[in-house]
């Protein structure tokens, strides 16, 4: 095992790297996407993916529809195992909405070629989109 396998008590560790350790986000590149896109604050500040983060900050994350809402309580450099990782932080995210109430996507038959206005005006409404003129 190495120096940076286990979890920390002290120091700092880079943003991105500490999201993607924690299982946050899938790759450490989605993790970076994230917060150049600005969809990572530390602190109610946005990061960059550089920004390092210490034991007690507020992370807030919106990835894959969903806002997460983690304290740090431990620091990792690598990426570990669930378990581990649920140790290293905090979960004070709100709880995810129904299915029932995510986004529904009309589906189409296969084959049945382009939609036509009517077809897309009925589309439109059940996505509750106001009506173009």
Do not use: Y
């Not at 940076?4 to 970076?32: C, F, H, M, N, Y």
């Not at 550089?50 to 431990?74: F, M, P, W």
């Amino acid at each position: 095992m190495g120096s940076g396998d286990a979890p920390q008590a002290e120091g700092s560790v880079r943003v991105d790297v500490w999201i993607w350790s924690v299982r946050l986000t899938k790759t450490r590149a989605q993790a970076a996407a994230a917060c150049r896109a600005g969809h990572v604050k530390v602190g109610g500040d946005r990061a960059k993916p550089a920004q390092s983060v210490r034991v007690g900050d507020e992370v807030r994350l919106r990835h894959a529809g969903r806002d997460r809402v983690v304290v740090v309580s431990k620091i990792v450099k690598k990426r570990v195992g669930p378990p581990v990782a649920a140790e290293c932080f905090i979960d004070n995210s709100p709880p995810p909405p129904p299915r029932e109430l995510a986004i529904q996507v009309p589906v189409r038959d296969r084959g049945t070629g382009r939609p036509t206005k009517r077809d897309r005006r009925e589309m439109e409404r059940l996505q509750g989109r106001p009506p173009e003129l």
